[in-house]
């Protein structure tokens, strides 16, 4: 019968192989699965593997885009013509949903669902979330006033239930083709692949909490259901927070 031995040495050789960690958690659980399987069908128990737990998988954290370049990516979405961005229009669209997603910690697919109903922008906008939950975030003015641009600009659009941000052929603009704008953008400001959409809605929370922002608070904002998904971005910045701390805190001095 196997040991506990064998399995671990198994799991290292994987490692050894170069197998990442995720990848050793799943071909022990695969292992559990079959063990499992091998009780059932032909009373083959084995309480090694049972008790057999895989590596920590190292926590991802929120990669956001510094201060410096959100800026430099919704002024290059405003003004860099490409292959795909040949009209003003376009371009104007771009920096309207750049703007949108860093100005509110919006998701992609929350930015792309607006309607044509909501323009002009107000102070608050009501976004439908992940779960269905509505959550009410304010728009910031330069988001307000690029949305505006665009809307001036756009050939299409003009029916409340019209999407917010079209594509060239005046349907709904996908996520995919503004993953493809945003890979354009970064690789003409030399910026790493982490700069995605999303990464607009990381540095949204980051610098947030930087300048002092209430972890609740952003939390409503992001619309995340629990805290812990929130706290993430507390590590990502550590040494902004605790200047905060001792500077706001009455017994920190």
Sequence with gaps: MLEAKDFRAFLAARRNEGLAPPSIKLELSALKTFFSFLKKRADADNDAIAVMRGPKAKERLPRPVTQKDAEALMDAAATLKTSTRKQSWERARDAALMTLLYGAGLRISEALSLKWSEAPLGETLRIKGKGAKTRIVPVVPAARESISQYIELCPYGGEADDPLFFSTRGKVLSPRLAQRTMAQLRAALGLPDSATPHA????????????????????????????????????IDSDSLLRVFDKAHPRAS
């Excluded at 980051?206 to 995340?224: V, W």
């Design 200 to 235: 607009m809605r990381h540095a949204f929370a980051t610098h947030l909490l930087s300048a002092g922002g209430d972890l609740r608070a952003i939390q409503e904002l992001l619309g995340h259901s629990s805290l812990a998904a929130t706290q993430r971005y507390t590590k």
